[in-house]
């Protein structure tokens, strides 16, 4: 079953539960973003609702398990006017949303939306708080930089988008871009990339990568703050 096919299954799924206060299902994240290789994270979705209440978390609650089975992730589910009220403060997560997504049923309500600026600091903070919380284990420290694949995937498309880069660029594309307006490491740009892709990672490899890793955010954040100063590239 592919991606979208799963995806449209949780669509019925969904209906079933909302009937028409289902506004529309999205998919998001890894799956929404092209690949040259098989993916193999689960598939993000995300379902807007003009209402919810406790009985449609209920219901959905009896179906998740059937859904994990299928490949997906548990559905993010929002009320349309508090995912449109919340535009103005959104996460790097929602903007990467209204940038890469692929509408699977109803009407797509971000058609006329744009991701107004790219926010990297919350990643390197994320980074560093993760570090604290791995305590310098290998392991952990592995299963963080994996975790951050899909935020670091959606924070460069983001800003590649931001930047002038086509829509739809493959991850090779996306590195060599980034890389060239930003001053970074190319190569070490596509090896994060991939990981969103692979969905893993060595521990032996995880910590000579960390600090290359948020030493890129960094230069990133460094990018974009000498831009306020002169004028955003084109």
Do not use: C
Not at 147 to 155: D, I, R, V
Not at 180 to 202: I, N, T
Request: glycine residues 8%; aromatic residues 6%; without cysteine.
């Amino acid at each position: 079953m592919t991606a979208l096919q799963a995806a449209g299954t949780l669509a019925d799924d969904l209906a079933g539960i909302f009937g028409a206060r289902l506004r529309a299902v999205l998919v998001f994240g890894t799956h929404a973003r092209p690949h040259p290789r098989a993916v193999k994270a689960p598939v993000q979705t995300l379902a807007l609702v003009d209402r919810l209440e406790y009985a449609d978390l209920a219901a959905g609650a009896d179906r998740a398990a059937g859904w994990q089975a299928r490949g997906l992730d548990i559905p993010l589910l929002l009320p349309i006017d508090e995912f449109r009220n919340s535009l103005d403060s959104f996460p790097l997560e929602y903007g990467d949303i209204i940038a890469h997504h692929i509408l699977v049923r109803g009407d797509d309500p971000f058609a006329s939306l744009t991701v107004a600026e790219v926010n990297v600091r919350s990643h390197a903070i994320h980074l560093r708080e993760g570090f604290l919380l791995a305590g310098q284990r290998p392991r952990e420290i592995a299963d963080l930089i994996v975790a951050s694949a899909t935020p670091f995937a959606s924070l460069i498309q983001t800003f590649a988008l931001v930047t002038g880069a086509p829509r739809q660029s493959p991850p090779e594309v996306l590195a060599t871009h980034v890389g060239r307006v930003a001053g970074l490491d190319r190569d070490l740009l596509a090896r994060l990339l991939a990981l969103e892709e692979d969905h893993q990672l060595d521990q032996s490899e995880a910590v000579p990568l960390y600090p290359a890793y948020l030493d890129l955010v960094q230069g990133l954040v460094h990018a974009i703050d000498g831009w306020h100063r002169e004028g955003t590239p084109t």
